[in-house]
């Protein structure tokens, strides 16, 4: 397995993501800039963090799988948020559990973080995504 991910005694818990990944594989695959939007480049789920996150996701997995790989072979997530607020978390992770299955997402997840910001490049555009993957 190229991808080891771990959270070592004594670091915060509960958290539904490992504090730790170790990629030992040579091939990185770099994913980013996934957003709400289908095939077309129309925009899916408008005003919508929860459906925004699903499209976002799936993007993501489709960007991976582009290159061989799965969730499994992720070592790091990123999410970027617009207008962020604490009261959003619900709608978020909302999002990630109606897709989880559906792409592989693992559980517990790979080292994540959420970032929130002012604005993306589109005004409609509510959540973005990064994800770096490991494959031999």
Do not use: C
Not at 40 to 45: N, S, Y
Not at 96 to 113: N, T
Request: proline share 7%; charged share 20%.
């Amino acid at each position: 397995m190229t991808v080891q991910l771990l959270t070592p005694e004594g670091m915060f818990q509960p958290v539904p993501y490992h504090h730790v990944s170790i990629g030992t594989g040579s091939r990185h695959v770099h994913v980013a800039g996934q957003i709400a939007r289908d095939a077309d480049g129309k925009p899916v789920a408008t005003g919508d963090l929860t459906g925004q996150v699903v499209q976002a996701l799936r993007n993501t997995a489709r960007g991976l799988a582009g290159a061989g790989a799965g969730f499994s072979d992720v070592v790091r997530l990123r999410f970027f948020v617009t207008d962020w607020s604490p009261e959003k978390m619900d709608d978020f992770l909302a999002g990630i559990e109606a897709v989880a299955e559906e792409i592989g997402f693992p559980r517990p997840w790979p080292p994540v973080s959420l970032i929130g910001i002012d604005y993306l490049f589109e005004p409609d555009v509510l959540v973005e995504v990064e994800a770096y993957a490991v494959l031999d």
